[in-house]
């Protein structure tokens, strides 16, 4: 069956995403600890990008037989689906966290260029900051990137509210009229018992429209697809631009590896609510039963 093929594939790309998660943890370590070269850096951030390319190759092929089912995961829980872009996170996600985490030691940075601590190391506040180090020449070429992204991004978005409001302007619009009008005709045809030909009529016209539908269905998730595939060419330009051409070898092991942390983190936490959840649908389904059986 697609679907078991389908989820199958989801978990093994998990499975891959924690053990990588774990090579960026030790590799982080090493830099950290000055055991790791910048050529044995780079050859982890190169297998991790590595892993993102055929994944996304792998999973270009199978939405191209359920766009639908790729681009709003069922195998995700509820939580996981809301904040999906076109099946997977916004490219400018990455720019986001980098951001994010590099903010950190931005803030104490600021705060040592105040008191006037941070100037004995001999180097200004715009030539390091950050948790990972960023320089002001590297946050020029991250703030360059991220607006590209974001165009890009609302480019995508825009193409996709079209196809959805294509498909509904024509042909499931008019279909949907005419299968009712269909409808009413048949009804009124059966009221006579004898009009045996009108009714096949009918039944022909009404089995010509479901095809027209499916025919519509399958254009659709062809468009969504298409989408998920330039989606997921933009997820992977962006994230190379940062880890290859802009932040350094400990940089991107470091970015890369919160990036991994919060895919989890949010999988993880979504599935354990999720499961809570459902755990207490039944003790407030026997709750209502009970109470209703107690009213006179």
């Known amino acids: 069956?697609?679907?078991?093929?389908?989820?199958?594939?989801?978990?093994?790309?998990?499975?891959?995403?924690?053990?990588?998660?774990?090579?960026?943890?030790?590799?982080a370590g090493n830099a950290a600890a000055g055991r790791a070269t910048d050529a044995e850096l780079r050859a982890v951030v190169e297998r991790c990008m590595r892993g993102y390319h055929e994944y996304a190759a792998s999973r270009r092929a199978m939405a191209r037989e359920n766009g639908a089912a790729f681009v709003a995961p069922p195998w995700c829980t509820a939580f996981e689906n809301s904040v999906l872009w076109l099946g997977g996170c916004r490219p400018s996600l990455a720019i986001r966290l980098l951001y994010s985490i590099s903010?950190?030691?931005?803030?104490e940075d600021i705060e040592e260029f105040v008191s006037g601590r941070g100037r004995g190391r001999g180097r200004g506040l715009a030539e390091e900051m950050g948790l990972i180090?960023?320089?002001?020449?590297?946050?020029?070429?991250?703030?360059?990137?991220?607006?590209?992204?974001?165009?890009?991004?609302?480019?995508?978005?825009?193409?996709?509210?079209?196809?959805?409001?294509?498909?509904?302007?024509?042909?499931?619009?008019?279909?949907?009229?005419?299968?009712?009008?269909?409808?009413?005709?048949?009804?009124?045809?059966?009221?006579?018992?004898?009009?045996?030909?009108?009714?096949?009529?009918?039944?022909?016209?009404?089995?010509?429209?479901?095809?027209?539908?499916?025919?519509?269905?399958?254009?659709?998730?062809?468009?969504?697809?298409?989408?998920?595939?330039?989606?997921?060419?933009l997820r992977m330009s962006t994230a190379r631009a940062l880890a290859t051409e802009i932040l350094t070898p400990r940089q991107a092991v470091e970015m890369l590896m919160a990036a991994?942390?919060?895919?989890?983190?949010?999988?993880?936490?979504?599935?354990?609510?999720?499961?809570?959840?459902?755990?207490?649908?039944?003790?407030?389904a026997a709750a209502t039963t009970a109470s209703s059986g107690t009213n006179p």
């Open 133 to 233: 180090g960023i320089t002001a020449t590297q946050l020029q070429q991250i703030n360059d990137l991220h607006r590209w992204t974001l165009r890009d991004e609302g480019y995508l978005t825009e193409r996709l509210a079209s196809l959805q409001e294509n498909i509904a302007d024509r042909p499931l619009l008019p279909i949907v009229r005419e299968r009712a009008a269909a409808a009413l005709t048949d009804q009124d045809r059966s009221a006579n018992c004898h009009n045996i030909p009108g009714r096949l009529v009918a039944a022909e016209s009404s089995g010509g429209l479901a095809a027209e539908v499916d025919a519509a269905m399958e254009s659709y998730s062809a468009g969504l697809a298409r989408l998920l595939e330039e989606a997921d060419e």
């Open 1 to 27: 069956m697609d679907m078991a093929r389908y989820v199958a594939f989801h978990q093994q790309w998990i499975a891959g995403q924690k053990a990588g998660l774990g090579e960026l943890a030790e590799a």
């Open 260 to 284: 991994k942390q919060l895919h989890l983190a949010v999988r993880e936490w979504s599935r354990r609510k999720e499961g809570a959840q459902n755990a207490r649908l039944p003790l407030a």
């Open 103 to 107: 903010g950190e030691g931005l803030e």
